[in-house]
């Protein structure tokens, strides 16, 4: 066979760049066949086929076919990728923080994933670029911030944003950082309850991780803000600079939120005192939370969506510190959390677009970019190539839900989420740990017959002399959560997940807890009521 007949077969596997009906039918087909294929994978189980181990010694061997093949046999060859995956829009799949993405989100992606825009210049992505602009603009408003000063990117994900956030008070704190590196002793807070992508920030920024400093939390899971200003005070009184001050809303175990009015605050009370020729910025880590800034102007008092009365208190007490993220000197926001888009969709948001010119690199750098255009967002980024799918996964959440429609949606979830407590906490041998925060995350532990559940909480939290009962209830816990994912994975059941250190103690020993993570909207009370059943049911053959 000739190159020439080779070189046909290729262009066939090409969506055609003019019009030409029978291969576009051909295209449509193609994905088709591929969701169809998938779909002959789905069961009642939560899991798409069956859970295989992969062999990743034998996959390292893989070797690159000599000969072309056909779409449709790599079509079947990838779908069977997908096998054993989590179908996390499953009503009884509440595991982690992964949203089930809409279709409209699936378009994005698929739109801007067809035509390979890249953002980094609008001569390259077109409008493309004008959404990114869009989602921008949208959400400066939702967290209230002025659009005609604020600015953001899509970036590669929640670390992403952490790491814009924190390299920007970098350069604040160090000037010319960016040009002659980190020659000063520069520091980052952040609670002990923060993503710990803090510590990758820190260490690949080049100010290392021991310069990090982690805050404890209050029962609350919030920073204490008593030992952050302690902290930072001696920080400052001995000579150090401070980076960046990360406030999380919204901590990925327990739905903490930091009190962002008070730590910015202190920081501008510190930027007097200290007469600081730098003002420390704050980044609010809100890759979750922000979200529940949709409820900023929602009327509590007349509710006009009805929510059941637990519920909107729920909202309202996480809304009381969501409201103020304008306050932040940057935010971290993930559409493929608590936006419901598909991964990769981080967007990191600037209350002044101004201070993206601290990172920005002389034109000189780039000589074969950037002659002409209205639009050079690749002259700042960390990144030379930035996809479209973000920004129109994003624009099409926001044009798709509305600002109503994400409250009813995040109402309803954090809605299941309390009558999951509502039920764990009808039986004794269960505890919740995180009563007091008011996300869709729900942590808590099962204990043995005869155990106060009422007291253990307190005593394992607080009492070295109950250091082995801990250690010994974590283990418990472990076995409860074993036996409740096998049952998932047989059909039996909901898959939840577990934290290995939910918090640590007061003698820092890492407390185990089993956790229910609702995203879903196709969640309903008798989906809760399985999760409870499966757990007292762990607890009878565990005990």
Avoid at 196 to 209: D, E, F, Q, R, S
Avoid at 396 to 419: C, D, P, S
Wanted: charged share 20%.
């Amino acid at each position: 066979m000739s190159y020439r007949d080779i070189l046909q077969q290729i262009r066939l596997a090409f969506p055609q760049p003019v019009s030409d009906s029978i291969h576009d039918s051909y295209f449509v087909h193609s994905i088709m066949r591929a969701l169809d294929q998938v779909d002959g994978l789905k069961t009642q189980l939560p899991i798409l086929g069956s859970v295989i181990s992969g062999d990743f010694e034998q996959a390292r061997k893989a070797t690159m076919p000599d000969r072309m093949s056909s779409v449709e046999h790599v079509t079947a060859d990838l779908v069977s990728y997908l096998r054993g995956m989590t179908i996390f829009g499953h009503p009884h799949t509440q595991q982690n923080v992964v949203p089930p993405p809409t279709i409209s989100s699936l378009i994005g992606v698929l739109l801007a994933s067809l035509h390979n825009p890249n953002l980094a210049w609008d001569e390259y992505s077109r409008l493309v670029a004008l959404a990114e602009a869009e989602a921008v603009g949208m959400t400066a408003q939702l967290v209230g911030y002025d659009p005609e000063r604020s600015g953001g990117v899509f970036t590669f994900g929640g670390t992403g944003t952490t790491l814009y956030g924190v390299k920007i008070g970098l350069e604040k704190a160090c000037p010319q950082a960016m040009r002659k590196g980190v020659s000063e002793d520069a520091v980052v807070f952040v609670s002990d309850a923060g993503h710990y992508c803090a510590h990758n920030v820190a260490g690949w920024l080049g100010m290392g991780t021991e310069n990090l400093v982690t805050i404890p939390t209050t029962d609350d899971n919030e920073m204490d803000l008593a030992r952050f200003e302690q902290e930072a005070r001696a920080a400052l009184a001995s000579g150090r600079k401070i980076a960046a001050v990360i406030a999380t809303l919204g901590t990925t175990d327990a739905f903490g939120l930091d009190d962002l009015q008070g730590i910015v605050s202190l920081r501008d009370s510190w930027v007097e005192e200290f007469k600081l020729d730098y003002r420390p910025h704050v980044h609010a880590d809100a890759v979750i939370g922000w979200a529940w800034s949709v409820f900023n102007d929602y009327d509590f008092g007349s509710n006009p969506l009805g929510f059941r009365p637990r519920t909107l208190r729920a909202l309202a007490g996480a809304c009381r510190r969501i409201r103020h993220l304008s306050l932040a000197d940057s935010v971290g926001v993930d559409f493929h959390k608590t936006g419901f888009a598909p991964y990769v969709s981080s967007l990191v948001l600037f209350r002044e677009r101004e201070d993206l010119r601290l990172v920005a690199r002389s034109p000189e750098q780039m000589p074969y970019l950037y002659h002409f255009g209205d639009h050079r967002p690749g002259t700042f980024t960390l990144e030379t190539t930035r996809a479209g799918t973000g920004p129109l996964a994003a624009l099409g959440n926001y044009r798709l839900f509305g600002k109503q429609g994400l409250q009813v949606i995040l109402g309803y979830i954090v809605e299941m989420a309390q009558l999951l407590r509502e039920h764990l906490e009808g039986h004794e041998g269960i505890t919740v740990l995180n009563r007091e925060n008011f996300g869709t995350v729900t942590l808590f532990r099962a204990y043995p017959a005869g155990v106060d559940t009422f007291a253990i909480k307190r005593q394992e939290f607080n009492d070295p002399a109950y250091r082995d009962v801990l250690i010994s209830n974590n283990e418990y816990n472990r076995a409860i959560f074993r036996y409740v994912h096998a049952e998932a994975m047989a059909g039996r059941g909901a898959v939840i997940s577990s934290t290995d250190c939910y918090r640590r103690t007061t003698y820092q020993e890492p407390i185990f807890a089993l956790k229910s993570y609702i995203l879903s909207p196709f969640v309903d009370e008798g989906h809760v009521e399985v999760v409870v059943a499966k757990v007292l049911e762990a607890r009878e053959k565990t005990s």
